[in-house]
C-alpha cells in the first residue's frame, strides 16, 4: 500500500522567509512517481512537480526547489523568499505510473504567508 | 485555458435529493477520469475511476449504488450522489490524464453542501 504523509498541518511565515514542506512517502514499488499541487482558497489544483523515482536530482524552478532523497523517502519542497500569494495548501502526492492516475495524497500542509 | 471543466463549482441539495456533477474535457479525449472526495481540511481521496464505456472502479469503503458513476462519451463523465446526506457535505473533484507529457489535470472542483 502506498502513503504519504507531510507532517506539518500548517505553516506560518511573514512574506520573504524561506520555507521548506516535508514530505515523507511509503510504497513498495520500485518504480514511482512524486507530485506536489498547491491548492488555493478557490480549489483547483495546480501542478508545480512532477519526479520519477530513477531522478535524485534536485531541482529549482524560481523561487521553488525541490529536494528528493530516496535514502529517507522524502521529497521536500522549499519556498524562497515567500510571498502572500504563495498562501495555500500544498499537497503531495504519490503515483505508480508517470501521469498520476490513481494518486495517494499526503494530508497537506496550510501554507500561511503574512505580509 | 482550462483544460477540464467541472459543474456545478458549488451546489446545495435537501438531504434525500441527488445530485449530478459534470466533469468535462476540454482539450482532449479522456478513456479514464478520476473522482476525488475532500472533507473540510483534510486530504484528498481517491473515490473511484471512471472508464469510457464500461463500469467504474470504485476504492475500497466507496459505495457503487450511492456514487453513481457514467462516462457516456470520451469527453465527459458524471457523477451522482444519490439520496444525499449531510454526510455526503465535501468537495469533489475530477482529474484527466492527457496532454504532451500525460500529466493529471483536475476540474476546479464542486463543493457541495446537503441540509
Known amino acids: 500500500a502506498q502513503k504519504v504523509t507531510q507532517a506539518q498541518t500548517e505553516i506560518s511565515v511573514v512574506e520573504k522567509e524561506d520555507v521548506t514542506l516535508d514530505c515523507v512517502y511509503e510504497?513498495?514499488?520500485?518504480?514511482?512517481?512524486l507530485f506536489w499541487y498547491k491548492q488555493p482558497p478557490s480549489g483547483e489544483l495546480v501542478f508545480l512537480i512532477r519526479?520519477?523515482?530513477?531522478?535524485?536530482q534536485n531541482e529549482i524552478s524560481g523561487r521553488y526547489s525541490w529536494n528528493f532523497q530516496k535514502s529517507t523517502s522524502s521529497f521536500n519542497f522549499t519556498i524562497t523568499a515567500s510571498q502572500v500569494v504563495d498562501s495555500a495548501v500544498y499537497f503531495c502526492a504519490l503515483s505508480a505510473d508517470n501521469a498520476g492516475n490513481m494518486l495517494t495524497f499526503g494530508g497537506g500542509t496550510r501554507l500561511m504567508v503574512k505580509p | 485555458g482550462a483544460v477540464v471543466s467541472q459543474h456545478p463549482s458549488w451546489v446545495i441539495c435537501k438531504s434525500g435529493t441527488s445530485v449530478k456533477i459534470e466533469c468535462r474535457s476540454l482539450d482532449f479525449q479522456a478513456t479514464t477520469m478520476f473522482w476525488y472526495r475532500q472533507f473540510p481540511k483534510q486530504s484528498l481521496m481517491l473515490m473511484a475511476t471512471s472508464n469510457e464505456g464500461s463500469k467504474a472502479t470504485y476504492e475500497q469503503g466507496v459505495e457503487k449504488d450511492k456514487f453513481l458513476i457514467n462516462h457516456a462519451s470520451l469527453t465527459l463523465s458524471t457523477l451522482t450522489v444519490t439520496s444525499a446526506h449531510p454526510e455526503d457535505s465535501s468537495f469533489y473533484i475530477c482529474?484527466?490524464?492527457?496532454?504532451?507529457?500525460?500529466?493529471?489535470?483536475f476540474g476546479q472542483g464542486t463543493r457541495l453542501t446537503v441540509v
Open positions: 482529474s484527466v490524464i492527457g496532454g504532451v507529457m500525460a500529466e493529471a489535470f
Open positions: 519526479r520519477n523515482s530513477f531522478d535524485e
Open positions: 510504497t513498495r514499488d520500485t518504480t514511482y512517481y
